[in-house]
């Protein structure tokens, strides 16, 4: 018997997190409408043409309480470093990460939960795993040559019928209790969405090997591994995995797609496989396979001896040469190295110092910066989360490169789910910035005018 089952005559009614969440959004609610009424003429930024044509990189616009990307100190969330996060969160017993249900708790609350909080919590998304048969039905429908996204965003998008959101408000409930249903769609499609990328990836690159079900023993990172097929520490590859990439701001293409959605009022569902799809963008999530096809085009080219620094350097040189970027460097907010590739390079120090591929990584690391610097056109010339992660992938024998981005998914929900309850709570308008023309912005800058002169 798992230490979860003995422990749920203890845990029979899910409501701490709950009620805790609550507590901080009653708290929270006067802080919102305050700035808006006091407070709403205030100026706080300025937008300049060049934002207004360049995707609107920049613009102050969204809140987001869940994380913070700073340029120097990398993500935080909830006002904490990724080492401290790290550092703080429970974890299993004889584990190296922290328990994945312990983000969602600190994403949702902004506490470090205690080991008995997390126990709980894990329970209840035990409880939440099981997955209708129509949804194994969708992802069997489709072709073996599919894109693992594709599936899984229809996967999700198939989960839409069971969302206690659309039942509720049909009902009628006030709008300040929108927040109560999200959280159960929201909780209830994390602890399912693990369970959907492991069969996905069973059926695309395992076939024959047959559905593993659950392990009801297991966290959500242990559990994952399990129903890949994984050995230990895979298990902790899938913690580290989802809780790097669980969130980076509300402005990020996969982000803000959720939250859009949602600020019409559809539900988690949607959202989420809305997110899904702005994630399998190649200027978004994809960026870790373009990382790993450079990687391994140089080791093609050289063998698995990593070459002498001069060489390196001359290699990085002739892809910039080529009009080419160096995959898995640069960043657009950051200035320095990428606490979320210092994390996977330190595990990956300390479980295979020895592979070949991480070689290169790690040689790389000593010569790209230099180069970009002396090249002169990146404002960051460090590594970023995708220079590292896919090596870490390849390692332990997840080598589809398509399928590195559904584990890049799963992570990002738990922080797009987190954001969507609170938008909720905080009851938060739809979405509607206003657009122009490019005459009216030729206008506005003062291009007309000068024609006209001219």
Known sequence: MSNFEMKKPKYQTMSTLKNKLEEKILAHRPRTKRLAKEYGDVVIDQVHARQVVGGMRGIKCLISDISYLDPYEGIRYRGYTLPEVFELLPKPEGAEMPYVEGLYWLLLTGEIPTRDEVEELILDMNNRRIIPKYVWDVID???????????????VMSLERESLFNIKYRQGVPKTEYWRSTFEDATNLLAKIPLIGAYIYNKLYQPGKGHRFPDPSLDMGANFAYMMGKDKPYDDVS???????????????????????????????????????????????????????????????????????????????????????????????????????????????KHFPDDPLFQYVSALYEVV?????????????????????????????????????????????????????WDRAL?????????????????????????EQV
């Open 239 to 349: 913690r580290m995995y989802f809780i790097i990439h669980a969130d980076h701001e509300a402005g990020n293409v996969s982000a803000h797609t959720g939250h859009l959605i949602a600020s019409s009022l559809s539900d988690v569902y949607y959202a989420v496989s809305g997110m899904i799809n702005g994630l399998a963008g190649p200027l978004h999530g994809l960026a870790n396979q373009e990382v790993l096809r450079w990687l391994l085009k140089l080791k093609e080219k050289y063998g698995n001896q990593v070459p002498p620094k001069d060489v390196l350097r001359q290699y990085v040189w002739d892809t910039l040469n080529a009009g080419q970027v160096i995959p898995g460097y640069g960043h657009a907010v950051l200035r320095r190295t990428d606490p979320r590739y210092t994390v996977q390079r330190e595990f990956s120090l």
């Open 369 to 421: 910066p230099e180069v970009l610097k002396e090249h002169g056109k990146a404002k960051n010339p460090w590594p970023n989360v995708d220079a590292q992660s896919g090596v870490v992938q390849w390692y332990y024998g997840v080598r589809e490169y398509d399928f590195y981005t559904v584990l890049f998914a799963i992570g990002r929900s738990i922080g797009v789910l987190s954001n969507i309850i």
């Open 427 to 451: 009851m938060y308008p739809i979405e509607r910035p206003k657009s122009i023309t490019t005459d009216m912005l030729e206008e506005m800058v003062g291009i007309k005018k000068v024609e």
């Open 141 to 155: 429908s489709f072709p073996s040559e599919s894109h693992p996204m594709a599936i899984l965003s229809a996967a």
